[in-house]
């Protein structure tokens, strides 16, 4: 495998050019060959690289920067080297990510292999055309054909090849398809023919700043395109490169196209772009059978959605009391009724799918699926399993079976042995280890089994659903305008929607933000007001014991504490909005069969990763309890949970266990009023207090892996304090509304 | 895999190699997809076992 010719000769012309000049005595050690592996993400790169390359690969942090690059040498001659970079979706970078492939591509490569998703071509061809315009020749993998042609694309890749003026090669990378003839037409890549034509004002000023970027190896084109599109990671390369009065022409040509043309540059460039690049796709693309994702809903579909939304409302209504008593039966019955009337369409019906699809991501109906969707995961959460089940194993299977067996197990061992003096004490200190007031069946085997486990098995349950169905990626799409809203930048939704999962991994996430102020706010809200996975389960679980009120002040004072905080901070750290990219799938039928397998991973995950730490907890817990120190953490936080919180100071405890697991935290508020310890009001501000609570302990380390100890430290002393004060607000606002 | 957010296809060692990072990576094993960080649950002995039994091969939409 070797670079074609030409691009052999333009790189031989520079060694030749050099060794002229020196003359040196020794010859110039060879340089090595580099190709880049370049797409879209998640397209199959990695697939790639590891045919193309052997087994040894070397994988580190882009100098400067958090993400990772592997390199290994190639299969076929170990003097060429193989990089694989980040997934972009455009190489004027908006992300760090995009950015260390930017910066790549910029160093020099020899050549690219471009790596193409087929079911998604134009989205590749806007890379395409990025690279025609850098000059740098490329090969393009056309991957994933299989999957396009499940979907009825059939992909002309001769036609491709000769619009595109590159080897276009077929390929199924995950079986093996294609690789070899991939392979082999790597020697015969080129530079693409196919540039993109903009309009006449954007040429005269790609042409006025070309001729300022003459003598620089890189395609003056390319520079010029990323100065104007105002890629602010421009700025550094031009003070390095560009000379100050070339540098103020520049600025002053980009302002005044932005005047001509009154919009974004950046943005039109890159509308230009996909239109080029879709009207491309078009020509070489055949569908064979089309989807009905086009179709407008019919009057039928429009009947059942609005039908389904109003039961929906009804049995809302009911549960708030405003229905008179006399009509609740009937209402529920009929409300129930056509709800499930509705999911079965929805089952058994494509285009009332696509129906649903449309509605779940518009900006008036989105809103109005999603209290649909929150409102029967409560029912189904917080009513049905939380009431009914948590009840039967808490009372019944541990409250009169398992606690009391084990109890006189152990006092009938207590009279068999007889211990005395120390003995006795150790045996008692063990008693309680095992069924005290802190012990591990009587706390932590209660509370992650018999409280939990029941409410997590049906929020797993409706959640595989929700993500079966397609709807999460529309949910995210509702997320954006509010963030939109709020003046944030749209990356911000993905790990947002995440942190619903857990707020570890979404941490972890915010690395695609662009700038360092935007992952740590991002961080810093995923870590103040997003619930994971298990806490909002136990949330929702609780709720089905509150009245409706409950939900609606909690809701509302997440949501409001983290649009303020948010929307501040927007203020504080201003730029440029990036767009969220995000392919939706089509709404699905769940498959009840894929259900149960992930429900049943889920819940494998769970007790094997929850029971230890909650017997962790609970150790921690006894030894404090023990030697004094619980007594002394209860009392230094009394002035907090029972001043401001006017909390029991029992309530101490669930904060301190929340920070090994924040569902810990919640079961022990929801134990505390299960035990009559806590109302209503106080339950609720207790559980708005635990949402926006310190991170659990995986949180805090990775906020301290991924920004360091200082910022981490900094992010608890603002959240700790700031939760409090927040509760204490709620506490004083429900109280002096009259709440009990 | 094939995450339910964003369509992306995966292997399971993709899953595991994309959240090296994460602290309880040996405690809690979930699948992170490779493009947009859902997560999954891992195959274990008694998902491939029901899988088996229901007729799926793997998890799938």
Same mark, same amino acid.
């Given at each position: 495998m070797q670079p074609s010719t030409a691009t052999r000769r333009a790189d031989l012309r520079m060694v030749e050019g050099g060794a002229a000049r020196d003359e040196p005595l020794s010859p110039p050690t060879p340089r090595r060959w580099r190709i880049a592996l370049v797409g879209? *993400?998640? #397209?199959g790169k990695s697939v790639i690289f590891g045919a193309l390359t052997g087994a040894y690969a070397t994988v580190s942090n882009y100098p400067g920067t958090t993400v990772e690059v592997t390199r290994a040498a190639a299969r076929s001659d170990a003097t060429v080297e193989v990089v694989d970079t980040p997934g972009v979706n455009s190489l004027t970078p908006q992300s760090e990510d995009e950015q260390v492939t930017r910066d790549i591509l910029l160093s020099g490569v020899d050549l690219v292999v471009q790596v193409a998703d087929a079911k998604n071509l134009a989205r590749a061809l806007i890379l395409s055309s990025e690279l025609a315009d850098a000059g740098i020749p490329f090969v393009m993998a056309l991957n994933m054909m299989d999957e396009a042609a499940d979907r009825g694309l059939r992909i002309d890749a001769g036609r491709l090849s000769a619009e595109l003026g590159v080897p276009v090669i077929p390929t199924v990378a995950i079986s093996g398809l294609g690789l070899r003839d991939l392979a082999d037409a790597v020697p015969r890549a080129a530079v693409s023919r196919c540039r993109m034509h903009y309009s006449v004002v954007v040429d005269r000023a790609l042409l006025r700043i070309e001729r300022l970027l !003459? +003598?620089?190896? #890189?395609s003056q084109r390319w520079l010029a395109l990323m100065c104007l599109a105002g890629a602010e990671t421009m700025r550094s390369w031009m003070l390095e490169h560009v000379v100050a009065t070339a540098r103020a022409t520049i600025e002053a040509t980009r302002h005044d196209l932005q005047t001509e043309m009154g919009a974004h540059i950046g943005y039109e460039l890159h509308r230009q772009r996909v239109r080029a690049a879709e009207q491309l796709a078009r020509r070489v693309t055949t569908v064979l059978h089309d989807e009905p994702v086009t179709n407008a809903p019919t009057t039928p579909e429009t009947i059942i959605g609005v039908m389904a939304l109003a039961a929906c409302l009804a049995l809302f209504s009911a549960d708030m009391g405003v229905i008179p008593s006399t009509a609740i039966v009937w209402i529920r019955a009929a409300g129930w009724f056509v709800l499930v009337l509705a999911a079965m369409v929805a089952q058994g019906s494509a285009t009332m799918r696509v129906a649903l699809g449309r509605w779940a991501s518009r900006r008036r109906s989105g809103p109005l699926v999603l209290f649909v969707v929150l409102y029967v995961l409560y029912q189904f959460v917080g009513v049905f399993a939380a009431g009914t089940a948590v009840n039967f194993l808490e009372k019944t299977v541990f409250g009169q079976y398992i606690t009391p067996i084990i109890v006189g197990g152990i006092d009938t061992l207590a009279q068999a042995v007889a211990p005395s003096g120390a003995a006795a004490a150790v045996f008692q200190l063990a008693r309680d280890l095992v069924v005290g007031p802190y012990g591990l069946v009587t706390v932590a085997l209660t509370y992650a089994l018999a409280i939990i486990l029941p409410i997590v098995t049906a929020f797993f349950l409706a959640f595989s659903v929700l993500e079966d169905s397609g709807y999460l990626p529309r949910l995210a799409v509702i997320v954006n305008r509010v963030f939109r809203a709020m003046g944030l930048n749209g990356k911000a939704v993905l790990p947002m929607v995440l942190g619903l999962g857990c707020d570890t991994m979404a941490t972890l996430t915010a690395r695609i933000m662009e700038t360092r102020k935007e992952r740590v706010l991002v961080t810093l809200l995923l870590a103040l007001g997003v619930p994971c996975s298990a806490q909002l389960g136990v949330i929702l679980g609780f709720f089905g014991s509150l009245p409706l009120w409950a939900p609606l002040v909690w809701g509302g004072v997440v949501l409001g504490v983290l649009f303020a905080v948010g929307w501040l901070a927007a203020r504080l750290l201003p730029g440029e909005r990036s767009d969220l990219i995000l392919e939706l799938p089509p709404m699905r039928r769940p498959q009840l069969s894929n259900i149960v397998i992930k429900t049943v991973g889920r819940l494998q995950w769970y007790l094997r990763e929850a029971v230890p730490i909650f017997v962790l907890g609970t150790l921690v817990l006894f030894l404090a309890d023990a030697t004094g120190a619980l007594s002394r953490i209860v009392r230094a936080a009394e002035p907090a949970v #029972? +001043?401001? %919180?006017? %909390? *029991? *100071?029992? !309530?101490a405890e669930a904060f301190l266990v929340g920070f090994f697991r924040r569902d810990y935290g919640s079961a022990g508020i929801y134990d505390l009023f299960q035990h009559g310890l806590l109302t209503p009001v106080q339950a609720v501000v207790a559980l708005i207090t635990i949402t926006l609570f310190v991170p659990c302990v995986a949180n805090f380390f990775i906020i301290v892996k991924e920004r360091g100890v200082r910022t981490a430290l900094a992010m608890s002393a603002f959240i700790f304090p700031f939760a409090f004060v927040v509760g204490g607000a709620v506490n004083i606002a429900l109280r002096s509304m009259g709440l009990q | 895999m094939v995450c339910p957010v964003c369509d992306t296809r995966y292997t399971e060692t993709e899953g595991r190699a994309c959240r090296r990072d994460c602290p309880l990576q040996r405690g809690c094993r979930l699948l992170s997809c490779p493009y947009c960080a859902h997560e999954l649950p891992p195959p274990t002995r008694l998902t491939r076992l029901l899988a088996r039994w229901l007729g799926r091969s793997e998890y799938a939409i």
């Open positions: 879209n *993400p998640n #397209v !003459a +003598g620089h190896s #890189v #029972v +001043g401001m %919180l006017n %909390l *029991p *100071p029992k !309530a | -």
